[in-house]
């Protein structure tokens, strides 16, 4: 039998049944009701029409180097009555969804006690369950796992990086949760700001997270907990907890507002508060200071619920009762509808939003269009529409209601300016200081590192934070209130203000990026390389270019705001993008949740981008790379025939990105290639190349000169000219490694340097075939029929030479989405049905392939694959390393003594593709006939083995044959009791391991059923 069954099937058996154990600590879910629902004594019940939606305030967060304690966690519940349909499950911190279609992972409860498992969106398992059952969905590590009485009925891989919620949604009348327990209780990080208007001051609280925490005033570093800056302004606070979760939040110090033109209200202690008496209409009034219409300004007020009703917001001068129909922007806040914040765009209540004591709310004119934000996130905006006159602050209270804390700037000043010239590569920043900032000396600097703490910054020499100073840093004789720095390379910089006490009164972060200039724009504004949408389906289209004369070019996008929707990526030229579906390459963002869209196929949403998230595509040595924060997720090369539009659309009323373009000039080069591959005992691999160059009206195309080496970097061929053909390659690795050069119109030149990596194979030949097939049409090792065997199996005929490193390259086939199993082992024999203890095989589960490898007889470890990996098995003689995608991901000790593959094929037309190596194929055997009389002739073992074959006049019916090897003294030195005969199945070839005997002559006996006897003379060197 298949003696690998024993590691095998226990495997699947783990899988399929495995038992989830807890130790953790529960204690009752809080619930945040968010619509239709409500909450008594723990019971989350049903409270409205329609679909009623529940969150957690318990929140689980994902891995942020933070203790592994904190990326675990689980919720259970009992299953009490069959009062469905209802659904509970974990739902992503951003996600404010409320349909059954949009639970990430959840049960889905229906009637008649049925169970529905959903993960990332697609229903994968179901079940029956009955009163009294506990259901329990966990996160451990990176595993989803669903459990009914702790037995696993599902389990799959998440992203870790995500923060997750309980979300539970009413959908009967009478549906109900109870009793629901997590294993987590901790709670957002949040913040309550206390601003002093008067005197300049800010102050804070901060709950919730994993204590203690670090805030940092984003405009200067500081830590102040009372913080008085020397201007008035919008300031950003950094928190980070203990478990490094982070969050920004935005706070502004401007003036008070002062009223007059008052209706039946008054202002007391410079709140707007409702006179009594006056009935239940609304009382209003309106500021005192005018706003110019040109200017730019913000409005700001901290929202509390314990006092609604109120209005506030901006209208025309000469209103002296406005009221909602006059508001051009403004905030309705309620406290009906679970407590909300309708946005007031041109008198139009547009949109609502939940809110809770001490949410900020701001409204924003800047360079023409209008920003609603709340805790510092944009959550509206639209152009700005010129009313011919000037604004005033216009608010309104109900009984019992009051404004407070409302403020506001007029004509504030742009801090910092960026310019850059295309032509020369080079920039400048412009820092200008508030009119009604102290008198100087100041200090200016910028810096492409972080900014020091400010006790620590005059005890440290600026060359340890590769500072770019102006002269007279240190002096401190700068009283201008205006500075710049010129001739800056594109990139990120700090950029800081100190006084000569040491005091810093200004930091940010700058990013010094080329020019853009979108073209064909539906819906989307531009002001500067700040992008805004005005309309739902908002697309736009930049012609642009990547290039490789640097390290890499990148075009992508900040996301401010983990609320919002957009896509972006590159089509060819002639394609028309009318959505999501037509781009070629890209990304696709929608309430946080990232889709990479390669060669046109979307993926799942499988990863996650936060605020601030860079994403970005990126051309860096001939491939491109998709990235979000740093990371590379996937890399592909660049097709010939892809052209480079790029494209911005943004969805759903959109919101402000800002875009990351570093280095993005014309295209210089790209190689084109094709790689021919080697058949066994030949030199015949071909790599013909073919380089694709760009001129345009700045630059152009002048020389190519470039060389193919192989492993040893030994010069195999050269070549002048775009197009070259490499013929008679072996197997092995090589480069081209050489230069371009480019002029531009001004005369100069500029040189880029070529270096490509190509990898040519031998094709495998495969033998000794058992229900499994070969194709030539893509190199493929695949299962053909079922007749019976737990897997079918194959030899190659490409043989292991020591020294060096032997390895054979393919991707998965997997056209079954049933449980399979396929494998490839390092031995010593050809196959005979048995996987011995050298070898790596995949487990598919549903749509995830599980890679295990076992060296020295014991499972080492196993990993997660994707199926469309390039996968690379490599063996020494000494040790094994598996490769993914270039990349070595397993490195163990190895048996000695193996030469050659065997292969394992699982499900129907499942196996292995494009499967290429670098071993040579073993020199051709000739299997020996056996003859009724001995003769001269002599046959030779092949590396120990004496091959012949049978024949139906020798042949045993019970397919043995009983056989003696007899030396030239007559006496039997082997026979079946020490050395069996080996078999191939369906072959009449048999084999015989005659290792053990020493140099000489010798004959083979083998006896049939008849008892007839035929000879073989043989040698052994």
């Known amino acids: 039998m298949f003696k690998s069954n024993l590691i095998i099937f226990p495997l699947i058996v783990l899988a399929i049944s495995f038992t989830f154990t807890s130790t953790a600590q529960y204690s009752p879910v809080l619930w945040d009701v968010q619509v239709n629902a409500s909450v008594d004594n723990g019971v989350l019940s049903k409270d409205g029409n329609g679909l009623s939606w529940a969150t957690s305030k318990n929140i689980l967060y994902g891995n942020r180097k933070a203790p592994s304690k904190l990326t ?50 697609a229903n994968v398992a179901q079940t029956s369950i009955n009163i009294g059952d506990e259901l329990t969905i966990s996160r451990v590590h990176d595993t989803i796992k669903y459990l009914v009485n702790d037995n696993v009925v599902y389990f799959s891989l998440i992203d870790t990086y995500e923060d997750l919620l309980v979300g539970a949604i009413l959908h009967h009348p009478l549906a ?113 200071a005018s706003i110019d219409e040109n200017s730019d300004w913000w409005v700001e007020y901290s929202a509390e619920i314990e006092d609604d009703p109120k209005i506030f917001g901006v209208h025309q001068e000469g209103l002296n009762n406005p009221k909602v129909k006059d508001i051009i922007a403004g905030f309705y806040v309620s406290d009906n509808d679970d407590y909300t914040i309708k946005i007031i765009e041109n008198g139009q209540v547009i949109s609502k939003n939940p809110y809770h004591s001490n949410d900020i709310l ?124 010129e001739g800056l390379k594109f990139g990120e910089y700090f950029v800081s203000v100190y006084n000569s006490e040491g ?64 896509m972006f990526g590159f089509q060819n030229d002639s394609v028309e993008i009318v959505d999501q579906s037509s781009l070629k390459y890209g990304f696709i963002v929608n309430n946080g949740s990232v889709r990479i869209i390669n060669d046109g196929v979307i993926s799942p949403p499988k990863y996650f981008a936060r605020r601030n998230s860079s994403i970005y595509l990126e051309i860096k040595d001939g491939l491109l790379n998709f990235v979000i924060d740093e990371k590379i997720i996937l890399s592909e090369e660049l097709p010939t025939e892809f052209s480079y539009k790029s494209i911005l659309g943004v969805k759903k009323g959109g919101f402000t990105l800002i875009p990351i373009l570093i280095n993005l000039r014309p295209y210089r080069y790209r190689v084109n290639s094709n790689i021919t591959y080697v058949d066994c005992n030949q030199a015949n691999g071909q790599l013909e190349v073919e380089f694709l160059v760009n001129s345009n009206w700045f630059w152009s195309f002048n020389s190519i000169s470039y060389s193919l080496y192989d492993e040893n970097f030994n010069v195999v061929g050269s070549s ?77 005929n490409n043989k292991v030479e020591l020294p060096g490193e032997n390895w054979i390259d393919f991707n998965l086939k997997y056209d ?49 694959i994707n199926v469309s990996d390039r996968l690379r098995v490599s063996y020494d003689g000494s040790s094994a390393k598996i490769y993914k995608n270039g990349n070595q991901i397993i490195s163990a000790p190895a048996s000695s003594g193996k030469s050659l593959i065997n292969a394992f094929v699982g499900a129907l037309n499942s196996g292995f593709s494009d499967v290429y190596t670098n071993m040579n194929c073993a020199v051709p055997i000739l299997y020996a006939k056996l003859e009724r009389k001995m003769r001269g002739v002599k046959y030779e073992p092949i590396d120990n083995e004496l091959y012949f074959f049978n024949t139906e006049e020798y042949f045993d019916d019970d397919e043995t044959l009983n056989y003696k090897v007899y030396n030239t003294n007559r006496s039997v030195v082997l026979s079946p009791l020490n050395q069996s005969l ?40």
């Open 982 to 1021: 080996i078999n191939f199945y369906g072959d009449n070839r048999l084999s015989l391991d005659v290792t053990s005997l020493t140099s000489g002559a010798y004959v083979l006996e083998v006896e049939n059923d008849k008892n007839e006897l035929f000879y073989l003379r043989f040698v052994k060197p």
């Open 176 to 288: 109900t949760f109870s009793n629901v327990e997590a294993s987590f209780a901790t709670f957002p990080l949040e913040v309550v700001f206390d601003v002093d208007n008067e005197n300049n001051s800010i102050s804070y609280v901060i709950s919730g997270g994993i204590p203690p925490y670090k805030a940092v005033w984003g405009d200067s570093r500081s830590r102040e907990q009372n913080y008085t800056p020397d201007r008035k302004g919008t300031f950003e606070l950094s928190v980070t907890d203990d478990a490094k979760n982070r969050i920004f939040r935005k706070v502004s110090i401007g003036y008070n507002v002062d009223w007059q033109n008052f209706n039946k209200t008054t202002q007391t202690d410079n709140n707007l508060v409702r006179l009594n008496g006056g009935g239940n209409s609304w009382g209003t009034a309106e500021s005192q």
């Open 816 to 864: 079954s989405e049933f449980i399979n199993l396929s494998a490839l082992e390092w031995s010593s024999t050809n196959t005979n049905g048995i996987v011995n203890n050298e070898f790596v095989f995949f487990f598919k589960w549903g749509n995830t392939v599980f890679l295990y490898y076992v060296f020295n007889g014991s499972v080492v470890s196993q990993n997660s």
């Open 503 to 566: 005091k810093i009164l200004l930091g940010e972060e700058v990013r010094l990026t080329p020019n853009i200039k979108f073209i064909s724009n539906t819906g989307i504004e531009q002001a500067g390389n700040l992008l805004v949408s005005n309309s739902d389906d908002a697309l736009s289209e930049l012609l642009l270019f990547a290039n490789e004369e640097v390290n890499n070019s990148r075009y992508g996008y900040i996301v401010p705001d983990e609320r919002g929707a957009f």
């Open 720 to 796: 002048n000219s775009l197009q070259a053909l490499f013929t008679n390659l072996s197997a092995g690795t090589y480069y081209i490694i050489g230069g371009i050069t480019y002029n531009n119109i001004f005369g100069g030149t500029i040189s880029t340097i070529i270096f490509r990596q190509y990898t040519v194979g031998y094709k495998m030949e495969w033998i000794n075939f058992m229900d499994a097939s070969y194709s030539s049409l893509d190199e493929s090792l695949y299962r053909s029929n079922n007749s019976g065997n737990f897997l079918g199996y194959a030899s190659s």
């Open 362 to 485: 701001k409204i924003e004119k800047t360079k023409g269009v209008l920003l609603w934000s709340f805790n510092g996130a944009v959550i509206h905006k639209s152009k700005y529409i010129n009313q011919g006159s000037l604004l005033k602050i216009g608010g309104a209270v109900k009984p019992n209601s009051t404004i407070s804390n409302l403020r506001y700037l007029s004509n504030y000043p742009e801090l910092i300016q960026t310019t850059y010239n295309d032509s020369t590569l080079n920039g400048s920043i412009t820092i200008n200081l508030p009119v009604e900032m102290k008198e100087g000396p100041y200090h200016y600097y910028i810096s492409e590192a972080p900014l020091p703490d400010l006790d620590e910054f005059y005890n440290i020499a600026k060359d340890s934070f590769g500072l770019v100073l102006d002269s007279s840093f240190f002096a401190g004789n700068h009283t201008s209130k205006s500075y710049t720095f």
């Open 72 to 121: 675990d966690g689980s919720f259970k519940f009992v299953f009490s009555e069959d009062n469905g349909p209802k659904a509970i499950g974990f739902t992503v911190v951003s996600d404010e969804k409320q349909r059954y279609s949009d639970m990430k992972y959840a049960f889905i409860l229906k009637r008649n006690k049925n169970v529905v498992v959903k993960h990332e969106g």
